[in-house]
């Protein structure tokens, strides 16, 4: 986000001209669940459609009618500044409410949850992750930052950034994976994609949750996080600043506490790194409701209080309380509250306004909403598609029983296979049923020789009498088995992440019969696949993948693409494991299989599937790794072999360990990757470049340390199978 000198001057003069009413209503955003005609929160508003209890259509009608509630007079005195809402037709009505019968005519800014797309819906993030691709990352983001202006949004609360290691976590759907490095490339690209502003149209990205949320304890949503500030820094902050550095205009204070004080609440998150060392130029929003939980947390007296500590602290819009818009006032003339504060924060909220030129374009153009109400444009579904099919990870392939040969004649197994209102996964709003492609339609489009059989799903009983079916005229069962959408992304914690319901009864039941069963995973989350591992012959991990799914399982099941996805998160045998991840520190006693080492006693103490991890169809080989230093860098040559009879895309993995330290390091962390493409039998000699810079660690006053000595440099397909050189480095 970058204003140009008139635009800040232009700021200043309504800044000057407004009253403190006024700029309090700037810091307001008002959402349905407060002043909409019906009393069921928003969040489960949500949770209603996504389970059932309520149609798509349903709720957008009940959405239509609450904010036909809107207190259109509150837009009128200047008191809101900002709604969240997805309807194009009445954001025109209210921003022409706020910009012509309003004193100051100040627009407003209108953000939705545009994650994954609105109605091109892409793969959730867990899974667009694994495609390692930062190319992909912006392009999708640029999708949706089109269709999201076309119906009226110009602020998405995207992307969600949190790190997260914990697969218990339902939210671990919707962001990049347990890794920083990665998560801070997908970060940066979201951005790029989103706040384009060369392009004809881009929105304010919303760098969320802020921060630490994906540490909750026990992965149990909304929980407590502690952690040192070391790891603080060196884990989850990572995407945040690299995300704000690119320029990212808003950020969303996350729910959770960290360290005891509430990221809402917590000057030294908000003020001191985010805005002061990190730079945003923008402004911060709480979480949908966060600033009255500080109550609830038990770190504010009342409601006035929670207000005063989180404008305080850096906290410039209230979501969804009305906190700031009853209390802010009365706290500024008691001196609690100094004028500074209320001034910065208007500032950064006038400062994005006006650098999406809602000031000189604050409607949506009638033939925009037109265009995109119809049909989806080519180009995006082709995108769309591009971004499922390289989401697709293949952790087993026994036997090479995939790819399919179109001559087998398959049975498709599983509810999941042919509902497409499930394929979007969590936080998709804006997709039709039209436009999805469930895996049954994928595949008969395709042309397999299948029938379908639903014999089961996630939830409910199996069908005895479809699986017999199932089993008897087939060559090859493809089982597609996981999670219902509702069973990941906010409130969706789980205890238990094996698959649910009866499906590995069904799975067990399908092996009976003698013929190979593929499962097809449709899923938010690692699932302990220990038993699936061991007892089938070919896994595919397939996520939700938007409304391309269908097509895009059905090329990489068939073989007319090959599977290019590596793991954004670990997957565990077990559920005890969890948290799993690579990049731990090490112990004293490193897991082994000797008794008093770091394990466990009834599962194993590594990964099933470790991060970075995905097969191909073809096989890669890596030989001779040289690591070089360079005055500011390592440089890090390998070469890779298509060893195998296809042509395939490989990403090459760069990791690093600094082997002593004044902290205790990771035994592994990704620092670089490249996709590449390799034909059959060919190699190619690939270089990567670890930065100096970026091979220090902070430490736990937050200082960054580059520090002399040993430094192992790993290349490979995977965050396990690697080759390794050490190298003594001097900074
Ligand atoms: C979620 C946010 C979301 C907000 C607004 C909250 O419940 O935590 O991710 O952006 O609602 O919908």
Not at 39 to 64: C, H, K, W, Y
Not at 199 to 214: F, I, P, R, T
Not at 217 to 243: C, W
């Amino acid at each position: 986000m970058h204003l140009s000198k008139e635009q800040n001057t232009k700021v200043e003069e309504l800044l000057s001209q407004m009253t403190l009413e006024e700029k309090i209503g700037q810091m307001n955003q008002e959402s349905p669940s407060i002043v909409g005609g019906f009393d069921v929160p928003f969040e489960e508003l949500i949770e209603m459609m996504t389970d059932g209890r309520i149609s798509a259509e349903e709720f957008q009608n009940m959405m239509s009618a609450a904010e036909r509630d809107f207190h259109e007079n509150d837009i009128r005195a200047g008191k809101v500044g900002s709604l969240l809402l997805d309807d194009p037709g009445k954001s025109n009505e209210l921003q022409r409410i706020a910009v012509e019968e309003s004193r100051l005519g100040i627009p407003l800014i209108i953000g939705f949850d545009v994650i994954h797309g609105y109605r091109s819906v892409y793969p959730i993030a867990i899974a667009e992750a694994c495609s390692f691709d930062e190319v992909l990352f912006e392009e999708t983001a640029r999708i949706a930052a089109e269709e999201s202006r076309a119906y009226g949004i110009n602020w998405n609360f995207a992307p969600m950034i949190d790190v997260a290691r914990d697969a218990r976590w339902g939210r671990v759907s919707e962001g990049p994976g347990e890794d920083p490095c990665l998560a801070s490339a997908f970060a940066r690209a979201k951005v790029r994609g989103l706040q384009d502003d060369s392009a004809d149209s881009y929105v304010a990205a919303c760098l969320k949750h802020y921060v630490a949320y994906g540490a909750c304890e026990a992965g149990r949503d909304y929980n407590t996080t502690s952690m040192s500030i070391s790891q603080l820094h060196n884990v989850y902050l990572p995407p945040f600043k690299a995300a704000a550095e690119e320029g990212a205009a808003t950020a969303m204070a996350s729910f959770n506490d960290l360290n005891g004080v509430p990221c809402t609440v917590n000057s030294y998150t908000l003020r001191i790194i985010l805005k002061d060392t990190y730079g945003l130029e923008g402004f911060v929003v709480s979480d949908a409701n966060g600033i009255k939980e500080c109550v609830t947390h038990g770190i504010a007296e009342d409601d006035a209080d929670a207000g005063i500590q989180a404008v305080k602290a850096g906290l410039d819009m209230d979501m969804g309380t009305h906190i700031y818009k009853e209390y802010l006032k009365d706290a500024v003339s008691a001196g609690k509250v100094s004028a500074d504060v209320i001034d910065d924060a208007v500032r950064r909220i006038l400062s994005v306004k006006m650098w999406l030129g809602l000031f000189e374009n604050p409607y949506v153009p009638e033939e925009t909403m037109a265009k995109y109400q119809d049909i989806l444009p080519k180009k995006h579904v082709e995108k769309v598609r591009e971004a499922a099919e390289k989401s697709i990870v293949l952790l087993k392939n026994e036997n090479q029983t995939l790819p399919l040969k179109r001559s087998q004649k398959i049975s498709l197994v599983g509810c999941l296979a042919a509902d497409k209102n499930e394929v979007c996964g969590a936080w998709a709003m804006g997709w039709k049923e039209a436009d999805c492609v469930s895996i049954l339609d994928g595949l008969k489009g395709a042309g397999a020789d299948v029938v379908y059989y639903p014999c089961g799903g996630p939830v409910g009983d199996i069908s005895e009498e479809e699986i017999q079916k199932a089993s008897a005229d087939c060559d090859v069962i493809v089982a597609v088995v996981g999670e219902l959408t509702n069973m990941t992304g906010e409130a969706s914690s789980k205890a238990n992440i094996k698959m649910p319901g009866k499906q590995r009864k069904m799975l067990e039941k399908l092996l009976e019969s003698g013929k190979p069963v593929i499962a097809v995973l449709m899923n938010g989350r690692p699932l302990a696949l220990g038993w699936e591992d061991e007892h089938l012959p070919a896994i595919l991990e397939c996520w939700h993948l938007g409304i391309q799914m269908g097509n895009a399982v059905a090329a990489v099941l068939l073989g007319d693409k090959n599977p290019e996805g590596k793991l954004s998160s670990s997957f565990p045998y077990a559920n005890g494991q969890c948290p799993v991840y690579y990049n731990h520190p090490n112990t004293g006693r490193p897991g082994s299989r000797s008794k008093f080492t770091s394990r466990y006693l009834d599962a194993p103490f590594e990964a099933l599937y470790p991060f970075g991890y995905g097969l191909s169809y073809t096989t890669f080989e890596y030989q001779e790794l040289k690591a070089e230093e360079t005055e500011d860098s390592v440089k890090a040559a390998v070469t890779v072999k298509n060893t195998g009879t296809v042509d395939g895309r490989e990403c090459v993995q760069l990791y690093m360990q600094d082997v002593a330290a004044g902290l205790v390091r990771p035994v592994k962390e990704l620092k670089a990757f490249q996709k590449i493409f390799l034909p059959a039998g060919t190699e190619k000699k690939i270089e990567l470049e670890l930065k100096k810079q970026d091979m220090g660690y902070y430490d736990n006053d937050g200082i960054y340390r580059l520090e002399d000595g040993m430094f192992r440099i790993y290349a490979g397909g995977n965050s396990r199978d690697c080759l390794c050189e050490e190298l003594r480095i001097e900074f």
